[in-house]
T-cell receptor, first 115, second 110 residues
């Protein structure tokens, strides 16, 4: 079946502009995660959604970052007033359930470049 | 959050076993060890996970020491396609978060 998809695959924006990154999780997966990966670095957790529970936003680096998940499916990560240090690959993952061990299925990522 | 320590890089000859070590000395009793890998320019891929017992699947084996302070991922017959960054991760107890470190860059050579 279809995997996790993300759009756009690449985004170049000017410093100070807002950007929206989209994630379509695997159908039926109740958990959704956002990570970012700066060049040559490991993955940095940003936020995750589980069903109808309040999202865990503990990884968001500043209040310029926010995310929504509508209808328990598609998610949008918004970065306001982008800065050059926001340049990174933003990865989305989904997983089928919570509470017992599970694997996260990752999308291909969105490469964001802030000029 | 339990942290993991991995070597920065390793080499392995094609066809040989690749043994990737990981230290997680602060792991608590209910935290699982996960391994993912990331091939260049792709999203991470799940490999295997375990709690106390050794585990094996079609991709790899996971050996966890009795005190759970370290583990080893074994790729029994490495191929060139196994060249990737391998992440050892401890799942934060009572949460769904995986905290990735910087991983081990495995280079498989002919």
């Amino acid at each position: 079946g279809a995997g996790v998809s993300q759009s756009p695959s690449n985004k170049v924006t000017e410093k100070g502009k807002d950007v929206e990154l989209r994630c379509d999780p695997i159908s039926g997966h109740t958990a959704l995660y956002w990570y970012r990966q700066s060049l040559g670095q490991g993955l940095e957790f940003l936020i995750y959604f589980q069903g109808n529970s309040a999202p865990d936003k503990s990884g968001l680096p500043s209040d310029r970052f926010s995310a929504e998940r509508t209808g328990g499916s598609v998610s949008t990560l918004t970065i306001q007033r982008t800065q050059q240090e926001d340049s990174a690959v933003y990865l989305c993952a989904s997983s089928p359930y919570r509470g017992t061990p599970y694997e996260q299925y990752f999308g291909p990522g969105t490469r964001l470049t802030v000029t | 959050d339990a942290k993991t320590t991995q070597p920065t890089s390793m080499d392995c000859a094609e066809g040989r076993a690749a043994n990737l070590p990981c230290n997680h000395s602060t792991i608590s009793g209910n935290e699982y060890v996960y391994w993912y890998r990331q091939i260049h320019s792709q999203g991470p891929q799940y490999i295997i996970h375990g709690l106390k017992n050794n585990e094996t699947n079609e991709m790899a084996s996971l050996i966890i020491t009795e005190d759970r302070k370290s583990s080893t991922l074994i790729l029994p017959h490495a191929t060139l396609r196994d060249t990737a960054v391998y992440y050892c991760i401890v799942r934060v107890a009572y949460t769904d978060k995986l905290i990735f470190g910087t991983g081990t860059r495995l280079q498989v050579f002919p």
